[in-house]
């Protein structure tokens, strides 16, 4: 391996979530902040959070409100003798 071209190697990186310490590792940085981690996302907790980086969440809930998923009133077929 060539000197001086590899960063430094941190075995005991700790990991930040919510200003409290979560979890230790190795990294290339000494500290990293994180906004989600597996104590707090919904798939291992069981709660349900939105995590809305750009109002996304907001949008589709406008674009889906009110009876947008009711089906549609389909039209009554025309009589057999009477032409559309």
């Known amino acids: 391996m060539k000197d001086k071209i590899h960063p430094t190697y941190y075995h005991d990186c700790k990991v930040f979530h919510n200003g409290e310490i979560v979890m230790s590792c190795g990294a290339t940085v000494p500290e990293l902040h994180v906004e989600v981690w597996s104590g707090s996302h919904p ?33 009554a077929p025309a009589s057999p003798g009477t032409k559309a």
């Open 43 to 75: 798939f291992f907790t069981g709660k349900q959070t939105f995590v809305d980086s750009a109002g996304r969440v907001e949008k589709f809930q406008r674009k889906f409100q009110g009876n947008y998923f009711a089906k549609d009133k389909k039209k």
